[in-house]
């Protein structure tokens, strides 16, 4: 029997924000300013820290606590909601981009004090856009650390004719294995002894998260998803694999197929490359074609992912995995996962035709870490390695399209016009063919997608309402749009912010921007004001 449940701004994070922080409530009840803690001596020594590729979730965590981006509170009460309380005041004084990673060592469940840690915000900090491929962020520039970590992946697709390369995983023997030490199996399964976390009021339980859902078919292959799974009890999973979804589509090809079940593997704490494959559709699986998630993991880190056998099942899972639950999925018939707090921001509908999941092995590292992602609170993964993907893909077919970015709902495209009313044309083809894409932004290629200023200042000063707009009434949508009148219909909009020809009812000249005259007249000028001032103002921006 397993023993484990018994036991805001751009800048770096300092002791005057922490002060801030704490005055405005940020420790909250139960976590004193004693409680709450940043590394700052591991800031200190970042030569010391862990460097990409990472083999581990634990190396990762690391790297990003030597650069002052980790915040450790000692215990968090759950039950009355604290850890997400804490996420969002996180994310209202640092700001999406630059909250922290969260490590809670130990937090109350169901009335239980278990033990941790649980990893929150994993992938969300904008400096992780740079240090998960070995990179070191641009210090008090967001926009030049995303645009450091575009150029690495573009020069990965580029090389690889629009895709990223495979690296194939290497197989370990057992015993050398992480997600091995501790095996748990049949009735001494509960997966209710792990932290997992009911993030909202409106949830209807505890659920897995973050997990990377392995499934198979004979013709698709291997496929890694991650997907809402509902706790339901010791050795019970509503996996939530939607339609629309691969994982969905496998298993009901097994059901139509006679199938009474089918393996399935959940792991938790995986190397954060892999998460980030399984979460972001990353390579784009284009109809049943067989793709490669583990390699292409391995090609996007530049290192293969180690990988084991499973011990029910014949899935080669990452093999420094904190945790691994193994099972079988019925596929004689559905229950209800949900309702649930999306990344929409609002409490989803209950989904009714979950797959219900029995446990038969649980392998894990001593002392596993456990990761909470606090959907809606925080914002989605890191953007670049799909943004790149996506544009690329675009390319193939849209040669127009210089850069894409989807941010709030809101989708945005960067794009080269050569003719008058080819953005809001490219605009409305999208629409039409994009689902989610409900509010489509089109700009000019000088307008930097990874700059608040830039986009707000395309809209508000280059868009005019009429004629440069394009509404649809009724096109399929997000199933999770919360503003949708029927399931699966919305309007749109689409909005040309770039600017307007003369032929397109613009004006006869557009003023120039006034910081490009100043560039076109002293080019080196910015140069030579960060050479003379560039290390005063770092300093300041310190605190």
């Keep these: 029997m397993s023993t484990y449940a018994n036991k805001k701004q751009p800048g770096p994070f300092t002791r005057r924000d922490f002060l801030a922080a704490s005055s405005a409530g940020l420790v909250g009840a139960t976590a004193t300013s004693a409680d709450a803690s940043v590394t700052s001596a591991a800031i200190l020594h970042k030569?010391?820290?862990?460097?990409?590729?990472?083999?581990?979730?634990?190396?990762y965590v690391a790297a990003m606590e030597a650069h002052g981006n980790v915040m450790r509170f000692s215990r968090i009460d759950q039950d009355a909601f604290e850890g997400t309380a804490l996420m969002y005041r996180l994310?209202?004084?640092?700001?999406?981009?630059?909250?922290?990673?969260?490590?809670?060592?130990?937090?109350?469940?169901?009335?239980?004090?278990?033990?941790?840690?649980?990893?929150?915000?994993?992938?969300r900090h904008v400096e992780a856009e740079a240090l998960l491929f070995g990179l070191e962020p641009v210090p008090f520039d967001d926009s030049g650390t995303w645009h450091k970590a575009r150029a690495r992946h573009d020069e990965l697709l580029e090389k690889n004719g629009g895709t990223y390369p495979e690296i194939p995983p290497v197989e370990v023997p057992r015993d050398e294995a992480l997600c091995k030490q501790v095996v748990i199996s049949d009735d001494d399964i509960d997966i209710r002894n792990f932290p997992f976390f009911k993030n909202n009021p409106g949830d209807s339980g505890r659920f897995i998260n973050t997990a990377?859902?392995?499934?198979?078919?004979?013709?698709?292959?291997?496929?890694?998803?991650?997907?809402?799974?509902e706790i339901k009890g010791p050795r019970h999973i509503a996996v939530g694999s939607?339609?629309?979804?691969?994982g969905y589509t496998q298993l009901m090809a097994a059901r139509a197929r006679g199938e009474k079940s089918a393996p399935v593997t959940l792991i938790v704490g995986q190397e954060p490359v892999v998460w980030l494959v399984s979460g972001a559709r990353i390579p784009?699986?284009?109809?049943?074609?067989?793709?490669?998630?583990?390699?292409?993991?391995?090609?996007?880190?530049?290192?293969?992912?180690?990988?084991?056998?499973?011990?029910?099942?014949?899935?080669?899972?990452?093999?420094?995995?904190?945790?691994?639950?193994?099972?079988?999925?019925?596929?004689?018939g559905f229950e209800l996962n949900g309702p649930y707090g999306e990344g929409t921001g609002y409490i989803g509908a209950a989904y009714e035709s979950a797959f219900t999941m029995t446990v038969t092995r649980v392998t894990h590292r001593k002392d596993p870490w456990i990761v909470n992602d606090f959907t809606g609170v925080t914002r989605p993964l890191i953007e670049q390695p799909s943004a790149a993907l996506t544009v690329a893909g675009f390319k193939q077919f849209m040669p127009a399209i210089v850069d894409y970015r989807y941010l709030d709902s809101v989708t945005y495209f960067a794009v080269r016009k050569t003719e008058p009313g080819q953005a809001l044309k490219i605009g409305k083809q999208l629409a039409e063919l994009i689902p989610v894409f409900k509010i489509l932004i089109m700009v000019d290629e000088d307008i930097d997608l990874w700059s608040d200023i830039d986009r707000f200042r395309a809209f508000s000063t280059r868009w005019q309402a009429y004629p440069a707009s394009h509404v649809y009434n009724d096109l399929e949508a997000n199933p999770l749009e919360a503003s949708s009148p029927k399931r699966e219909h919305t309007s749109k909009i689409v909005i040309d912010a770039t600017?307007?020809?003369?032929?397109?009812?613009?004006p006869e000249k557009f003023p120039?921007?006034?910081?490009?005259?100043?560039?076109?007249?002293?080019?080196?000028?910015f140069a030579a004001v960060d050479e003379r001032w560039l290390e005063t103002i770092n300093k300041k921006l310190q605190g």
């Design 212 to 229: 990377s859902v392995f499934t198979s078919d004979p013709e698709m292959g291997l496929n890694i998803g991650t997907y809402r799974c």
């Design 499 to 506: 600017k307007q020809w003369p032929e397109e009812g613009g």
């Design 91 to 123: 994310v209202d004084l640092f700001g999406r981009f630059r909250a922290p990673l969260v490590i809670f060592d130990e937090v109350k469940i169901a009335g239980q004090w278990m033990k941790g840690p649980v990893i929150a915000n994993e992938l």
């Design 512 to 525: 120039d921007f006034s910081r490009d005259v100043l560039k076109k007249h002293s080019p080196d000028i």
């Design 47 to 59: 030569q010391n820290a862990p460097e990409a590729p990472f083999d581990t979730l634990r190396d």
């Design 284 to 332: 784009e699986r284009r109809g049943k074609q067989p793709v490669d998630e583990i390699a292409t993991a391995g090609g996007l880190r530049g290192k293969a992912i180690r990988v084991v056998k499973c011990d029910t099942n014949d899935f080669l899972v990452p093999a420094d995995t904190e945790l691994v639950i193994e099972g079988t999925v019925s596929l004689e």
């Design 242 to 246: 939607g339609e629309g979804q691969t």
